[in-house]
């Protein structure tokens, strides 16, 4: 037994196994897993932070228009404010993307084709019956620009789930290479002391530290963004509504 903790004193003082000597000495498989991890990594974070930063924008912009839009005695004043390529007077919709302004214009556009006088036709009515159908036309509009501003909402974070679900798998094989090294080595030297088979397993087991240090932060930053752009996705869905019962409300009976 005195002979073995010996063995051990003797191997950790001579061999200053360090993280980094390991690194540059391991193979290179477990490199190139290493390299792609940090990449994935460094990646996230990005992604992490320039999400963060568009979907805060996002959020105070939607709720000055939504503050804007109810304070507003008429559709046609915030239209005259928010007409594609009009000056905008609102802060955060002015500097920032506001997807729920982006359905209002959609839905706003619309609603102006409605009321547009045909010249083939001398009856409104009839002619925006045999248009469009009443509002469905604007119901169309609205769900087909809350869904193309959802997927804008929804880049990268794609990449989030595929690092979280795939960085610890990167890792695990390089966990699984640096150990099947050892036994290589045990095998080539025809024992099986500290100094053979502990530097294969130390780093096979930054691999998957490494991997780990990748995927946790992604999934819960993926998580985080999730519940983020649910709410801007709830706030699209609300807004939708009301801007067609307020249609229908206002200006159904004079189309």
């Known amino acids: ?84 390529g009009a000056d905008e007077t609102i802060a955060g919709s002015a500097s920032h993307h506001c997807p729920t302004l982006s359905v209002f214009q959609a839905g706003q556009m619309e609603l102006e084709k409605l009321r547009r006088p045909s010249q083939s036709s001398s009856n409104l009515r009839d002619t925006i019956a045999t248009r469009v159908a009443g509002t469905e036309n604007i119901e169309r509009a609205l769900r087909r620009t809350r869904n193309a501003q959802l997927l804008e909402l929804e880049s990268w974070t794609s990449f989030l789930a595929t690092t979280a679900s795939a960085a610890p798998f990167v890792g695990l094989f390089g966990t699984v290479w640096g150990i099947m090294e ?35 932060p992604a999934v819960i930053a993926y998580n985080w963004l999730s519940g983020q752009i649910r709410e801007l996705e709830a706030d699209m869905d609300n807004f939708s509504n009301d801007y067609l019962n307020f249609v229908r409300r206002h200006y159904e009976d004079t189309l």
């Not at 500290?194 to 130390?202: C, D, M």
């Open 1 to 84: 037994m005195e002979s073995v903790w010996v063995h051990l004193v003797s191997v950790t003082s001579d061999s200053e196994i360090s993280v980094s000597g390991l690194l540059l000495k391991a193979s290179l498989v477990v490199q190139l897993v290493l390299l792609v991890l940090l990449f994935m990594s460094v990646l996230c974070w990005w992604v992490i932070g320039y999400k963060a930063l568009s979907l805060k924008k996002a959020r105070i912009a939607s709720k000055l228009f939504l503050e804007e839009f109810w304070s507003a005695t008429s559709l046609d004043e915030i239209w005259s404010r928010h007409r594609p």
């Open 182 to 216: 050892s036994f290589l080595n045990i095998a080539r030297q025809g024992n099986a002391t500290l100094t053979t088979v502990a530097p294969g397993i130390a780093e096979a087991l930054i691999a998957t530290a490494i991997g780990l240090v990748a995927a946790i």
